[in-house]
């Protein structure tokens, strides 16, 4: 069963002066879905429209061209039950958090925003709050005196307490201190096949360890989907193969940031955004291709167009 469909979506922002507005596509005509308890990772550098993505999935933002559907139906179809059933942690634990809660207060309300009652809402807060191991003697305190792993472990709780059908987690670790990155990675494998995850990353080993599927943007554009495994393994797309090499022998856990190589030159255009920098270029690269179907796996690529087109 599919939970999340994006469906050619693009976004357009104005950029510019006054005078001079110019055109901004965050993200082109992307598809791809999540399933059913699975955790999709959106894998991609900075810039390439992670975050858009993930805003219109919970609906912070309308597609400019295309669709996202919930359930089979357009998220903006759904009325306030949406909040309930789909829920997002962002990068900054303190930027989602009102620092006047307690812990308690600011896990407790979304339970009171959906009128659960009293009973049944102190029985999930305790329940969710120490699933997520915030110390019962943090309860009571504001969330602004946590730390910023305490913090997040309890933007966690919030996102969790009303059981959504969908999490949306944008990079929750990437502005952590490292000695808390791993007890928040824990937390989200403790969920892996509970609740359906789109989890945002910039790092290609945490995709790998946390999702079972990858999507690969670059420039606002999906360039592959793939199986999880077989993507680290052997990536079909060569900004994949790019990003597989320039990464350190390291395990996931012990870095803060993903692949340390330069970023390469990438280009927003029609084209492919990786072709500048790409070992494989050909003339065709100036169209970016359709879908190509390889198996159980999706690549945006001229090298491929041999294969099989889907669509
Ligand atoms: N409201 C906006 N107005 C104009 N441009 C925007 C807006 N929001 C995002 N963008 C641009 O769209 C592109 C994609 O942004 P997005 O935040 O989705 O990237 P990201 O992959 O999440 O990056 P990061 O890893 O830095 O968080 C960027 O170039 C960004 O500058
Ligand atoms: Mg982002």
Redesign the pocket.
Known sequence: MEVLRFERVSVR?E?GGLFRRRA?W?VREVSFWVGEGETVALL?E???????LGRLAVRLLRPTEGRVLFRGRDAFSYGKEYTRRVSMVFQDPAASLNPRYTVWEAVEEPLLVHGFPKPQRVERVSRVLRWAKVDESLWRRKTASLSGGQKQRVAIARALVLEPELLVAD?PTSALDLSVQYGILKLFESLKGRLSTLFIT?DLRLAAKLADRVVLLLA?RVLEVSPAREFVRSPLHPYGVFLLESLPAKSPFERRDAPAAKEPRTLRDDGCPFRAACPHYRPECEVFPPPVEVGNRLVFCHLYSDRRVVE
């Open positions: 922002f950029t901004f965050a991609g900075s810039g390439s429209g992670k975050s858009t990079e910039h606002g």
